[in-house]
């Protein structure tokens, strides 16, 4: 997700996709402030997953909402949040696909490689609704 309102500087050179989860129960702020010439400052509320677009030398900073305060609570090199892009997903097509019990559907499985780890999602068939 490219940023719309906050361009990356025409200088900057290696941008990353990154993903941010908020998974405490209060509000955060994530700010990145070590790259010059570019602001970059989010309302992340409790659950929500923030994707955004950053330097690779980028630093997230999260501070977590108190009473009529924030306090920096995590410093995140965005190198560390890298999330790799749709074209670098792999199908799996080397076994028999399962089905869904539901919706009788095959189930696809998707390998993501991030860094030398592989993680498998499973992705049912969509249900249509007469």
Known sequence: MAQILDPLPPEQSGKIFCCYVNATSKIQVARISNIPNWYF???VFP???LVFEA???AQL???TGMMASAILSDTIPCDRLTITEPSNYEFVSN???AID?????PIVQIN???GDFIKSLQVA???SID
């Open 47 to 49: 659950g929500q997953r």
């Open 112 to 114: 993501t490689k991030t």
């Open 55 to 57: 330097p690779k030398e």
């Open 95 to 97: 076994s028999q696909p």
């Open 61 to 63: 900073e999260i501070h």
């Open 101 to 105: 019990p539901i919706n009788k559907k």
């Open 125 to 127: 068939g969509l249900v």
């Open 41 to 43: 400052e989010r309302v």
